[in-house]
């Protein structure tokens, strides 16, 4: 028992600090190795974990999914100074709508974000770089003629402050649109009615008692507001308020720290679409109250609510109809079925769930609803965000997954035609490419510039941004006779290959040339500047003398600058160290006086 308590003192003696210093100090690093353990797995937890479970690998992805070739993997042109992206397409032999896609990538992969024009191979079409931000892209009808139209402003608390933005078929901007008020124009939605009005959509913070979700009784509140404007007149005709009909408690949004401040309302009901029919009614989508509503269009009173915490409708297909949740950009299809993209989740945290786009009928005298297609993407993908759905006049339906960089398009039985990626899927969680909406249409475009062109020693690089109907390149060489009055040759024709072509020169062209841009009908309908071809390739100065001063300086001058400055500095160091204080012997007075006496004499 003696030794026991012995042995146990001589341990508690060790834990204070008593005994066997290298034991002691064996114990001690173990803690602190325990320790350091222990918080490097709470933090890797806390921190590494969610990250890593953001990867989508799976097998089956393609090197380009992958990111074998990058985030975003992109192009560059010869001709052209800014870059488009290269697109993933399957499956192999995928039956493409021939028309044009329109989208606005956006993201820390993305180049030149703004919105672009892709052909049905993926290749680039028409690009802009915007400042600011770009969304809802898209080709809309106004008395007659087809528009692109597109919002463009800052991206602020989750909507926007800008305005919309119509540009005719030469990419000039016709009308710049905003709202009605001191209000300013959202991010989410901008439609052009078939009685050419447009309806918008805006964020409006207003003082509210936010007591009911636990803020503040002087509070602020985003309210969702929708406008009808006569564009010509600037007249309003129309405005519903969310705030009117949806309190505060109907949102699933949490309200965390924002109401307290005008800047920093409470988005309870995030509006992010509107559709207007034939009958006048208006379909409103809302994501953070899981609604759509539609609203009369004379009297703006709500006649029914589909989803959410106070919804009308039972649900004919198990919760599917009706338990969609954050979801985007509801549309009429026929008096009695809607189409919306359900986005499923909020957050990457939110259960595992894929999101979809829905065809659903609705029975609204009965207050019936059911799902009647639902289109998947084969890798199951949750987007977080944005995203929309589009159905063709062939049947086929085109959703654009939003903050993932792909649109699929499917047949009318829910089968994929067409997957394209813009980006590499493995990775679409982390939104490096993201993509608001994206949609399928016709286009004509006829650019007010002149083609752009780059020449290498054999060829020339020729690509117009822009232009829709070139079928082929014309190479044209000046005759050599008269410089006042040129004459050009036909040389030969190209077929266009892509958004940029190649066109080899001939013996014929051996200084001034040009090139035309020609239609299906074999007519010029754009032509570049006058080119003149070098035989030689010209010297450039800046590889000469350039060149060779900088090697001697880079090589030369710094080093030996470097040596110099070193050796002096350790020179000054010594110089330095041989006058640095010493201690001396003490001496007496007598000895101080005989050295004073002895001072004089010399040595």
């Given at each position: 028992?003696?030794?026991?308590?012995?042995?146990?003192?001589?341990?508690?003696?060790?834990?204070?600090?008593?005994?066997?210093?290298?034991?002691?100090?064996?114990?001690?690093?173990?803690?602190?190795?325990?320790?350091?353990?222990?918080?490097?797995?709470?933090?890797?937890?806390?921190?590494?974990?969610?990250?890593?479970?953001?990867?989508?690998?799976?097998?089956?992805?393609?090197?380009?999914?992958?990111?074998?070739?990058?985030?975003?993997?992109?192009?560059?042109?010869?001709?052209?100074?800014?870059?488009?992206?290269?697109?993933?397409?399957?499956?192999?032999?995928?039956?493409?709508?021939?028309?044009?896609?329109?989208?606005?990538?956006?993201?820390?992969?993305?180049?030149?974000?703004?919105?672009?024009?892709?052909?049905?191979?993926?290749?680039?079409?028409?690009?802009?770089?915007?400042?600011?931000?770009?969304?809802?892209?898209?080709?809309?009808?106004?008395?007659?003629?087809?528009?692109?139209?597109?919002?463009?402003?800052?991206?602020?608390?989750?909507?926007?402050?800008?305005?919309?933005?119509?540009?005719?078929?030469?990419?000039?901007?016709?009308?710049?649109?905003?709202?009605?008020?001191?209000?300013?124009?959202?991010?989410?939605?901008?439609?052009?009615?078939?009685?050419?009005?447009?309806?918008?959509?805006?964020?409006?913070?207003?003082?509210?008692?936010?007591?009911?979700?636990?803020?503040?009784?002087?509070?602020?509140?985003?309210?969702?507001?929708?406008?009808?404007?006569?564009?010509?007149?600037?007249?309003?005709?129309?405005?519903?308020?969310?705030?009117?009909?949806?309190?505060?408690?109907?949102?699933?949004?949490?309200?965390?720290?924002?109401?307290?401040?005008?800047?920093?309302?409470?988005?309870?009901?995030?509006?992010?679409?509107?559709?207007?029919?034939?009958?006048?009614?208006?379909?409103?989508?809302?994501?953070?109250?899981?609604?759509?509503?539609?609203?009369?269009?004379?009297?703006?009173?709500?006649?029914?609510?589909?989803?959410?915490?106070?919804?009308?409708?039972?649900?004919?297909?198990?919760?599917?109809?009706?338990?969609?949740?954050?979801?985007?950009?509801?549309?009429?299809?026929?008096?009695?079925?809607?189409?919306?993209?359900?986005?499923?989740?909020?957050?990457?945290?939110?259960?595992?769930?894929?999101?979809?786009?829905?065809?659903?009928?609705?029975?609204?005298?009965?207050?019936?609803?059911?799902?009647?297609?639902?289109?998947?993407?084969?890798?199951?993908?949750?987007?977080?965000?944005?995203?929309?759905?589009?159905?063709?006049?062939?049947?086929?339906?085109?959703?654009?997954?939003?903050?993932?960089?792909?649109?699929?398009?499917?047949?009318?039985?829910?089968?994929?035609?067409?997957?394209?990626?813009?980006?590499?899927?493995?990775?679409?969680?982390?939104?490096?490419?993201?993509?608001?909406?994206?949609?399928?249409?016709?286009?004509?475009?006829?650019?007010?510039?002149?083609?752009?062109?780059?020449?290498?020693?054999?060829?020339?690089?020729?690509?117009?941004?822009?232009?829709?109907?070139?079928?082929a390149w014309r190479l044209e060489a000046w005759d050599g006779s008269d410089l006042k009055n040129m004459t050009f040759n036909h040389v030969h024709d190209v077929e266009r290959s892509g958004f940029e072509t190649q066109i080899p020169f001939t013996s014929n062209v051996t200084s001034y040339f040009r090139v035309a841009a020609i239609d299906s009908k074999n007519e010029v309908i754009g032509m570049t500047e006058i080119q003149?071809?070098?035989?030689?390739?010209?010297?450039?100065?800046?590889?000469?003398?350039?060149?060779?001063?900088?090697?001697?300086?880079?090589?030369?001058?710094?080093?030996?600058?470097?040596?110099?400055?070193?050796?002096?500095?350790?020179?000054?160091?010594?110089?330095?160290?041989?006058?640095?204080?010493?201690?001396?012997?003490?001496?007496?007075?007598?000895?101080?006086?005989?050295?004073?006496?002895?001072?004089?004499?010399?040595?």
């Open positions: 028992m003696f030794m026991r308590a012995s042995s146990a003192a001589t341990r508690l003696r060790l834990w204070l600090g008593r005994g066997d210093r290298h034991y002691k100090f064996n114990i001690r690093r173990c803690i602190f190795a325990l320790v350091a353990v222990i918080g490097a797995s709470v933090l890797f937890w806390i921190f590494v974990v969610p990250q890593l479970l953001r990867f989508r690998f799976r097998y089956g992805l393609s090197r380009y999914d992958m990111g074998w070739y990058g985030f975003g993997p992109s192009r560059n042109y010869i001709s052209f100074h800014e870059q488009s992206p290269v697109v993933e397409i399957t499956p192999a032999g995928a039956q493409c709508d021939q028309r044009y896609t329109f989208l606005a990538p956006r993201g820390d992969s993305v180049i030149h974000p703004g919105p672009m024009i892709l052909d049905a191979r993926g290749e680039l079409v028409w690009m802009k770089d915007n400042w600011g931000t770009t969304q809802d892209f898209k080709v809309q009808r106004y008395k007659g003629q087809d528009y692109v139209t597109y919002w463009q402003g800052d991206e602020e608390d989750g909507h926007g402050r800008g305005s919309w933005y119509m540009l005719d078929s030469s990419y000039t901007v016709r009308y710049v649109v905003s709202p009605y008020g001191a209000i300013e124009g959202d991010l989410h939605d901008f439609q052009i009615t078939s009685n050419d009005t447009v309806i918008i959509t805006a964020y409006e913070p207003i003082p509210y008692d936010l007591t009911s979700v636990g803020g503040p009784e002087l509070g602020w509140l985003y309210d969702g507001v929708i406008q009808e404007i006569d564009m010509e007149t600037g007249e309003l005709l129309f405005e519903w308020r969310s705030s009117s009909f949806y309190p505060p408690e109907s949102s699933f949004e949490p309200l965390g720290n924002k109401g307290h401040q005008r800047t920093l309302g409470y988005d309870y009901f995030h509006l992010n679409s509107v559709d207007k029919d034939e009958y006048g009614r208006y379909l409103v989508s809302a994501r953070h109250t899981h609604t759509i509503t539609c609203v009369d269009g004379t009297t703006a009173e709500v006649l029914w609510s589909l989803g959410g915490k106070d919804n009308q409708f039972f649900d004919e297909s198990n919760g599917i109809a009706t338990e969609f949740s954050w979801q985007h950009d509801a549309r009429w299809q026929s008096p009695n079925t809607i189409t919306l993209f359900n986005n499923a989740a909020n957050a990457g945290t939110d259960p595992s769930v894929s999101s979809h786009g829905i065809l659903l009928e609705l029975d609204i005298s009965a207050k019936k609803a059911k799902v009647l297609r639902s289109y998947d993407h084969p890798q199951e993908l949750l987007v977080v965000s944005q995203g929309n759905m589009q159905v063709l006049d062939t049947g086929n339906v085109l959703v654009g997954w939003g903050h993932s960089a792909a649109f699929t398009e499917f047949s009318p039985a829910g089968e994929v035609v067409c997957d394209v990626h813009f980006g590499a899927s493995a990775y679409f969680t982390f939104g490096r490419i993201v993509s608001y909406r994206s949609f399928k249409s016709d286009w004509v475009g006829m650019p007010n510039t002149l083609p752009d062109t780059a020449m290498t020693k054999d060829s020339v690089f020729v690509s117009w941004n822009g232009a829709t109907e070139v079928a003149q071809r070098a035989n030689e390739p010209m010297k450039q100065g800046f590889t000469s003398w350039r060149v060779v001063f900088m090697l001697v300086f880079v090589f030369g001058l710094i080093p030996a600058s470097l040596y110099f400055a070193l050796k002096r500095y350790s020179r000054w160091k010594i110089f330095k160290r041989d006058r640095a204080y010493r201690r001396v012997a003490h001496k007496d007075e007598d000895d101080l006086e005989s050295t004073d006496e002895n001072s004089h004499l010399p040595i």
